[in-house]
């Protein structure tokens, strides 16, 4: 299972998750007015399994299968 927090902010979100292989959290910045929000999203496979909504310490927390 990944796990992948998101810190959502009006213009910009950051996104973390745990590689699996190195054990390394890794964050990364969007900007929403850009587009990247929109193209990382995109990027994941349709009909992923997800969860999402749980907060964490202000994080949303979405979980995947």
Same mark, same amino acid.
């Given at each position: 299972?990944?796990?992948?927090?998101?810190?959502?902010?009006? &213009?910009?979100?950051?996104?973390?998750?745990?590689?699996?292989?190195?054990?390394?959290?890794?964050?990364l910045? $969007?900007?929403?007015?850009?587009?990247e +929000?929109? +193209? %990382?999203?995109?990027?994941? +496979?349709?009909? $992923?399994?997800?969860r999402?909504?749980? %907060?964490? &310490?202000?994080?949303?927390?979405?979980?995947? +299968?």
């Amino acid at each position: 299972m990944n796990i992948i927090g998101c810190d959502l902010h009006t &213009r910009y979100q950051v996104v973390a998750w745990v590689d699996e292989e190195t054990g390394e959290i890794l964050t990364l910045r $969007l900007e929403h007015e850009n587009g990247e +929000a929109r +193209a %990382f999203y995109a990027g994941w +496979a349709p009909g $992923l399994p997800a969860r999402g909504g749980e %907060f964490e &310490r202000g994080i949303l927390v979405v979980k995947t +299968a």
